[in-house]
């Protein structure tokens, strides 16, 4: 992701995501403007070519020892310059709680992980199922179950399920973020586990909508054809105004992180023209309950 470097505010582990690619921006640019190449960054460092490049992206963890032997190599010699890049540099190392998880946590997923922890803003849109932020507990040990085409251990899923849980305290925390969830209506009526279970899901999402920071919207099967034609995706914000805006992309084995703002304009412009063609969250509410009540 190829993001610009500047202060940073995020704290705790679920900032180290955020901190590793702002400290990985500043390093690119200082060698870049002092003209030498990730080859020699490399040299500096006992690393390869390849390492300069992982960490400029942000993608792997930093030795502070290897930060400040760059620094020096770039010519950043003053104490007030190097410390905050030193530090960065400490505090991005600092273990995310879902590390506890990496048994069923593939690594491209990580990565979202960590951003939607240190996100200010969490716009998506979903097609197949209820978003992980809003899965009941049942409803996503369905959905986990479902996803497998082969039979996986119990304790696997409940692992899976855990992690889920655990992710969705973000939205009751001190500082949480703003989250916005428009819904296609294929995912209210796409049974996952009993019908209890939907019925206990969709109740949970109408109450859960209350919340000051979460919006939820639907796209109903009566809007037709929607600008929105490419499938599910999440647009992140962040509170550092240094860090670009990402979108996220999930694939069956991987997933895609878009930050070039043409393409991420592209994905606000549907993200606008969704708000304005889905139910209101009143209305919503209202279509929740409709579904429910036809079973």
């Known amino acids: 992701m190829g993001v610009s470097g500047g202060a940073i505010g995020a704290s705790g582990s679920s900032g180290s995501m955020v901190r590793r690619i702002l400290l990985g921006s500043q390093l690119r640019r200082l060698r870049e403007a002092c003209g030498v190449t990730r080859e020699a960054a490399g040299y500096s460092i006992r690393a390869s070519e390849s390492k300069i490049s992982r960490m400029?992206?942000?993608r792997v963890s930093f030795k502070a020892r290897d930060v400040a032997d760059l620094l020096t190599l770039y010519g950043v010699v003053d104490e007030s310059e190097r410390e905050p890049l030193l530090g960065l540099a400490r505090e991005s190392s600092i273990a995310g709680w879902w590390h506890s998880?990496?048994?069923v946590l593939p690594g491209w997923f990580q990565t979202y992980v960590g951003l939607e922890g240190s996100a200010s803003h969490i716009n998506t849109y979903e097609v197949q199922f209820v978003h992980g932020l809003l899965q009941t507990e049942d409803y996503a040990h369905a959905v986990v179950t479902a996803g497998h085409q082969s039979h996986i251990p119990e304790e696997?899923?409940?692992?899976r399920v855990a992690l889920r849980v655990e992710r969705q305290k973000l939205l009751l925390g001190e500082n949480a973020p703003n989250f916005l969830?428009?819904?296609?209506?294929?995912a209210l009526r796409r049974p996952f586990g009993?019908?209890?279970?939907?019925?206990?899901?969709?109740r949970h999402l109408a109450e859960v909508s209350e919340s000051?920071?979460?919006?939820?919207?639907?796209?109903?099967?009566?809007?037709?054809?929607?600008?929105a034609e490419s499938g599910a995706f999440t647009l992140l914000r962040f509170p550092e105004s240094d860090l670009n805006d990402v979108v996220y992309l999930e694939q069956l084995t991987s997933a895609l992180y878009l930050d070039k703002k043409d393409e991420v304009a592209h994905y606000d412009?549907?993200?606008?023209?969704?708000?304005k063609?889905?139910?209101?969250?009143?209305?919503?509410?209202?279509?929740l309950q409709a579904i429910r009540q036809r079973g």
């Open 101 to 103: 998880y990496s048994d």
């Open 156 to 159: 696997e899923v409940e692992r």
């Open 269 to 275: 412009q549907v993200l606008s023209r969704l708000v």
């Open 181 to 186: 969830c428009i819904l296609d209506e294929a």
């Open 194 to 202: 009993s019908h209890a279970i939907m019925d206990g899901q969709l």
């Open 212 to 227: 000051p920071n979460v919006t939820v919207q639907v796209v109903p099967f009566e809007l037709g054809g929607h600008p």
């Open 277 to 287: 063609d889905s139910l209101s969250p009143s209305r919503t509410r209202d279509h």
């Open 56 to 58: 400029e992206l942000g």
